[in-house]
T-cell receptor
Framework: AQSVAQPEDQVNVAEGNPLTVKCTYS??????LFWYVQYPNRGLQFLLK??????LVKGSYGFEAEFNKSQTSFHLKKPSALVSDSALYFCAVRDISKGTYKYIFGTGTRLKVLA | GAGVSQSPRYKVAKRGQDVALRCDPISGHVSLFWYQQALGQGPEFLTY????????KSGLPSDRFFAERPEGSVSTLKIQRTQQEDSAVYLC????????????FGPGTRLTVT
């Protein structure tokens, strides 16, 4: 069955340090992978996506993610964290090859950037 | 420009009542999704429309859930005979073209069934 795992409920990082939010997936076929962010009292916002091509994708607000097919991972990264990056982050996958339009979201990782 | 809007923002229903939740997607967006988000969980897919056609309803949890998008713009999610387990935030998202494009989410409707 298709699934997405975000193994960490919360990640704490000091401002200015690099951050990583982990995501692994399990789908049959080629995955389309996404990261979304949810700020308090605001809707989910798109950050970046991997469809095909270069394994390193760059997105909004200085975030990037690396698609690793052998490890079935799509970790979100940022070289230097800001306090304003504190939010809830969701990884999502859409399995195109199955012919379904379903998106599967992870349970979310709360990122806390400490000043 | 205007984003995705949903109404009402909050809804309290007594068990057994029917509810209707509305989604106004971004104008011109072809794709429309409904999700259910329980507390502390990620959004869970309910159904997908491409224009007025409902192409995937595999996530609807029971036949009490029904969605429509008759003119390919506004969509309504209806829940009949609500149960306590239906309490959740219902999210609507739209996308400009096919489903490989990023989704724009509305603020959600928080449904509480008492």
């Amino acid at each position: 069955a298709q699934s997405v795992a975000q193994p960490e409920d919360q990640v704490n990082v000091a401002e200015g340090n690099p951050l990583t939010v982990k995501c692994t997936y399990s789908v049959s076929g080629n995955p389309y992978l996404f990261w979304y962010v949810q700020y308090p009292n605001r809707g989910l916002q798109f950050l970046l996506k991997y469809i095909t091509g270069d394994n390193l994708v760059k997105g909004s607000y200085g975030f990037e993610a690396e698609f690793n097919k052998s490890q079935t991972s799509f970790h979100l990264k940022k070289p230097s964290a800001l306090v304003s990056d504190s939010a809830l982050y969701f990884c999502a996958v859409r399995d195109i090859s199955k012919g379904t339009y379903k998106y599967i979201f992870g349970t979310g990782t709360r990122l806390k950037v400490l000043a | 420009g205007a984003g995705v809007s949903q109404s009402p923002r909050y809804k309290v229903a007594k068990r057994g009542q029917d509810v209707a939740l509305r989604c106004d997607p971004i104008s011109g967006h072809v794709s429309l999704f409904w999700y259910q988000q329980a507390l502390g969980q990620g959004p869970e897919f309910l159904t997908y429309f491409q224009n007025e056609a409902q192409l995937d309803k595999s996530g609807l949890p029971s036949d009490r859930f029904f969605a429509e998008r008759p003119e390919g713009s506004v969509s309504t999610l209806k829940i009949q005979r609500t149960q306590q387990e239906d309490s959740a935030v219902y999210l609507c998202a739209s996308s400009s073209r096919d489903t490989t494009y990023e989704q724009y989410f509305g603020p959600g409707t928080r449904l509480t069934v008492t």
